[in-house]
């Protein structure tokens, strides 16, 4: 809730927003004091500082400045469980991002193979507005090229006038709407780029041979082996498990099947044991489907 007492601020919502096992001392950066960092963001527009009952607070963030449409959250997950391994493993990083389409390259250059994040593609965006006279302190102003690239496939009462000037977070989504869906995964000191979304562990509820059962595809995605995840779901649930291949001719992994309604607990474990992320888990259950 805002006003914010400054201290506060940094603590509850600076800090937790870090890429994870990284530590920032705000003394230690060049700023050295709170309030200098403070004082730089309010410059810049970023956020707007007041006094309240004699304390700095933090009373506006202003969510349409480019430097905040740009971030994007980073999501770790483990790729290993300590039980599997008998480590904590290598953390897997994802990534969300996009590949521009052809008829975007005049406005973000490169070519339609380059991997953008958010942040980046915001950044390509603003380079070619402030190449051509187009950048705004609010926003990009859309001239021929703009409109012509990235408008032709939207509604016409959905396009921008020529000289209109739109803010850098509608820019952003209507480039995006535009671009390909792209995901970067960091794992074991390596970099690979995939199309598409990241998958979610999918945990469901089913009906086989007149008992109830737990299905769990797509561990691999997280670097779970399926075989050895269903020993531990046998040992921890105290009930058999049993691995099968995904139905379907271009399905290519596995699934593990626990005997028992356990949807619920099955997420728990993978959320504490393994860590994976909430976004990362589809549980599904009969009378929700």
């Known amino acids: 809730d805002m006003p914010c007492e400054c201290s506060k601020f940094w603590k509850d919502f600076m800090l937790p927003i ?12 060049s ?43 980073e999501v770790t997950v483990s790729a290993s469980s300590k039980k599997n391994k008998g480590d904590a493993g290598e953390a897997m990083c994802f990534k969300e991002g996009y590949k521009p389409r052809n008829n975007l390259i005049p406005i973000v250059g490169g070519s339609k193979e380059d991997f953008y994040l958010s942040d980046a593609l915001l950044a390509r965006i603003c380079d070619y507005a402030k190449g051509n006279g187009l950048l705004r302190e ?56 995939r199309k598409g979304r990241p998958q979610r562990i999918v945990v469901a509820e089913d009906r086989q041979g ?50 028992g309604s356990v949807v619920s607990e099955v997420v728990q474990f993978l959320r504490k044991d393994y860590s994976i992320h909430k976004q990362f888990l589809e549980p599904r259950t009969k009378d929700k489907g």
């Open 138 to 193: 609010d926003g990009i102003e859309v001239d021929q090229v703009f409109y012509d690239c990235l408008y032709t496939k939207f509604k016409e009462d959905e396009r921008p006038a020529v000289g209109e000037t739109i803010g850098f977070a509608r820019a952003l989504e209507d480039m995006i709407s535009q671009c390909g869906d792209w995901y970067q995964v960091e794992s074991d000191g390596k970099v690979e780029v």
């Open 18 to 29: 870090l890429p994870q096992g990284m530590k920032l001392d705000i003394k230690t950066t």
């Open 31 to 73: 700023y050295k004091k709170l309030s200098k960092f403070l004082s730089s963001a309010e410059k810049r527009k970023l956020l707007s500082v007041v006094k309240k009952m004699g304390q700095e607070c933090v009373d506006k963030i202003d969510f349409n400045h480019k430097d905040v449409v740009a971030y994007v959250p």
């Open 210 to 259: 007149g008992h109830n059962i737990t299905t769990i595809r797509n561990l691999e995605h997280f670097a779970i082996d399926p075989e050895a995840f269903a020993k531990l779901c046998q040992k921890k649930f105290s009930t058999s498990c049993t691995i099968v291949p995904l139905p379907g001719k271009n399905e290519k992994g596995m699934e593990v099947v626990v005997q």
